[in-house]
């Protein structure tokens, strides 16, 4: 049998198959076996040549939307704003509706494997928090954020955002994820870095509640 020449071909038309079907079914009922049978005549050994699991399929999925629609590198083109206005920016973007927020929250249901949960708290460290970083020292640059702790500033932005705030991680009501919000506007002002404010809280908590619903 011939070598596939443009493997890079084979998965996109996996990963497509499978944004259809956990879009259209949910992660938890769609099978290894859906995914090949809706990547247009390609074989079971094509899909367990570039994944071994469905896990795997999932986390590349969330990485190739994160990358096709980066919210960081939008707002790098933004060379009007301060570093705190492109922070703000960044969360409500990083909430809007769409294809990479619903594929997320079906990745809280791969947690349950280590390896998934390790790629995920890599993910975050060695791509957003570096991210978060770089902005943080614009806005220390331009005077429009004050810190002397970039680096632990980024680390805990990312995890609150990203994990504490997430009610599939640390289930919440819709009042007490308000709440969170809130908190952390409050301990982000005073540790110089007025991250969030009324408005932006509203968008995010509606962006939130649009795609969970």
Same mark, same amino acid.
């Given at each position: 049998?011939?070598?596939?020449?443009?493997? @890079?071909?084979?998965? +996109?038309?996996? &990963?497509?198959?499978?944004? /259809?079907?956990? &879009? @259209?079914?949910?992660?938890? +009922?769609?099978?290894?076996?859906?995914?090949?049978?809706?990547?247009?005549?390609?074989?079971r050994?094509?899909?367990? /040549? /570039?994944? %071994?699991? %469905?896990?795997?399929?999932?986390?590349?999925?969330?990485?190739?939307?994160? #990358?096709?629609?980066?919210? #960081?590198?939008?707002?790098?083109? +933004?060379t009007s704003l301060t570093g705190l206005e492109k922070l703000k920016l960044i969360l409500i973007l990083s909430t809007e509706s769409g294809d990479r927020n619903k594929i997320n929250i079906m990745s809280v249901q791969a947690l349950q494997s280590p390896a #998934? &949960?390790? %790629?995920?708290?890599?993910?975050?460290?060695?791509?957003?928090?570096? #991210?978060y970083q770089e902005i943080i020292e614009e806005g220390v640059a331009d005077g429009s954020i004050k810190t002397e702790y970039p680096k632990l500033l980024s680390q805990l932005i990312t995890f609150l955002t990203n994990f504490w705030t997430l009610p599939m991680i640390y289930p919440s009501s819709i009042k007490e994820n308000m709440d969170k919000l809130f908190f952390i506007k409050e301990i982000t002002e005073k540790m110089g870095i007025p991250l969030l404010d009324n408005e932006t809280i509203k968008i995010i908590m509606e962006n939130t509640t649009n795609i969970i619903s």
């Open positions: 049998m011939p070598r596939n020449k443009y493997p @890079e071909e084979t998965v +996109q038309k996996i &990963l497509d198959a499978a944004l /259809h079907l956990f &879009l @259209e079914k949910g992660y938890e +009922q769609t099978t290894i076996l859906d995914i090949v049978e809706n990547m247009g005549g390609m074989t050994g094509a899909f367990y /040549h /570039h994944f %071994k699991s %469905k896990e795997e399929v999932l986390d590349a999925l969330g990485d190739k939307l994160f #990358f096709d629609n980066n919210p #960081f590198e939008k707002v790098r083109k +933004q #998934f &949960l390790k %790629k995920l708290i890599d993910n975050n460290r060695n791509i957003i928090e570096p #991210f």
